[in-house]
């Protein structure tokens, strides 16, 4: 892997943030306007429910961690999203430029992103609503990752299915989070679900941080083993996803859709 | 860039063909680029040499055949291969929200340029767009676009340049002096250029050897400026429009 190639990737995406305000709002305004609206719902939930009922760290934590995964996932479809846009796909895949480096470039400039996003949902959640994560313990950590290991797997299965089906299918795209958020048990237990959503949840390893989440906020234990079955599980998702881009972009190249596709970007 | 200098052909193609099922878009072509030369492609819509181009390029995979780049196998040194070429191309215009100097050093770390700032600097004065530095090339004319792209084309000092239709927005003043700087690249004797254009006025003036292509086949290959009255023609224009119209009677379907 070619350290200047993926550099190149990634100054592409600082050039276009720090010269376009409306590419740095998205990174965090959705995210704050998610937290003021939830926070606010806690704060009423807090003042109706029966007393000593904390909503702030079950709600607002998950909607918090939830929104962080979205970011992540977003972070990389959005850079991959910018190629289609501007129709660079021949210049950038008739370049000595490997898919493995390409691939990296989008994941850093998700990390990026993610990370100022996460930044001002710690402000505004703690500042404004008193949401503590030292609540989380040290256990938040690896929860962050797994998230993030999963956002990232998602958003490059995502960009694969955009590079397969064409642009026109990025509207299949946006609503991905929304799609899993029943599954995987963001604001209630698996147990609530149905035995055919349940096993569907368990796929999924943003289950296991917000069970996890759930009981260390009740004052359980943590399951440990869960959460190295959920690091395992979104370590695997992300070696399969570039192995799934890898693919598409394989079967792109034999078909001549790569080739079409800058046209195809302008229909 | 290779160390020590492949001294064969910059390009050589053999038994080249694309088909997607039934339709042949490439069909068992052969030819080579040598260095210091400027091979022209020729051919009506749809003949095939944009697909070509692709396959050279890597981002079309060739149903059979063998491209070699600088001694290079595309298919198995893929990544090597290609950071010996580049390329401009009409329909691959650099990103429009970059503005030209951004768009260069993005570039240049793609294709590992050693002394980037200054190598950007040197292309911003061989191609005059010094005073485009800091615009966004989506709001420049398609004649500076053209120059930003063959800034871009020129940043890694290909061994193998394919240019596409390189002059066809650019106004006839720029072309000739476009002209006049591909054709000093080529003279420096270590580059080769693959060049297709559709004005065989620029052809007969640039191109030392030309291929007329016509469904998928090489039919002609030659001195453009001897060509013609080899075929009876009266000139390459009248050429290509024979070449186009009656391609059967070039060879055109034999064998196929």
Known sequence: MNARHVAGILLRHYYLLRGSPTRVLPTFAWVAIDIVLWGFITRYLDSVGPSGMDFVPTLLGAVLLWDFFSRVMQGVTTAFFEDVWSRNFLNVFASPLTIAEYVSGLVLTSVITSLVGLLVMLLLAGGVFGLSFFSYGILLLPYLLVLFMFGIALGVVASAMVLRLGPASEWLVWPIPALLAPFAGVFYPLSTLPAWMQAVGRLLPPSYVFEGMRAIIAGRPPDWSALAGALLLAAVQIVAAGWCFARVHRYAVRSGLLARYSAESVS | ?256
């Open chain 2, 1 to 256: 860039m290779p160390d020590e200098p492949h001294r064969g052909p910059v390009l050589s193609v053999a038994a080249l063909r694309k088909h997607y099922g039934d339709t042949i878009a490439v069909d068992d072509i052969s030819f080579a680029v040598r260095r210091g030369e400027i091979v022209g492609l020729l051919g009506p819509n749809g003949a095939g040499k944009t697909t070509t181009l692709n396959m050279v390029l890597g981002v079309l995979e060739p149903s059979a055949g063998r491209i070699v780049i600088d001694g290079l196998d595309v298919a198995r040194h893929r990544a090597e291969a290609l950071a010996t070429v580049n390329f401009a191309a009409v329909y691959a215009p650099l990103p429009g929200n970059l503005t030209v100097w951004q768009n260069l050093r993005v570039f240049g770390l793609i294709y590992a340029v050693p002394d980037l700032r200054t190598r950007i600097e040197q292309l911003l004065e061989q191609f005059d767009l010094q005073t485009f530095r800091d615009s966004k090339c989506g709001v420049l004319s398609s004649g500076e676009q053209t120059r930003v792209c063959l800034a871009k084309a020129m940043l890694n000092q290909p061994r193998l340049l394919l240019l596409d239709e390189p002059t066809a927005s650019i106004d006839p003043a720029s072309a000739r002096e476009l002209r006049q700087m591909i054709r000093a690249i080529a003279d420096r004797g270590d580059s080769g250029i693959l060049w297709t254009s559709h004005n065989m006025h620029e052809v007969e003036a640039v191109c030392d050897r030309v291929l007329f292509v016509s469904r998928g086949r090489v039919l002609l290959e030659g001195d453009p400026r001897r060509l013609p009255a080899e075929r009876g023609a009266a000139s390459l224009e009248d050429l290509f429009i024979r070449v186009a119209r009656e391609p059967l009677s070039f060879g055109a379907g034999a064998g196929a």
